[in-house]
């Protein structure tokens, strides 16, 4: 599952096997796209605010 921020992938949310082997069904494709959307929301907005940050800073020299 990827972590996304607008068009970029920052890492992948991976899954693994069930107990006793039985498949991978709807909810476990569902359940972990939430924390994915979370965290690529998050990391788009550390980008934004580094990048305002260093605009008001301006170059350094």
Do not use: H
């Not at 569902?30 to 580094?50: I, K, L, S, Y």
């Amino acid at each position: 599952m990827p972590i996304r921020a607008r068009d970029e992938v920052f890492g992948n949310i991976g899954r693994t096997g069930k107990r006793g082997g039985a498949p991978l069904g709807g909810v476990d494709e569902t359940v972990p796209r939430t924390p994915a959307v979370t965290a690529g929301a998050a990391a788009g907005n550390a980008r934004r605010r580094t990048a305002a940050r260093d605009r008001r800073q301006g170059p350094q020299t």
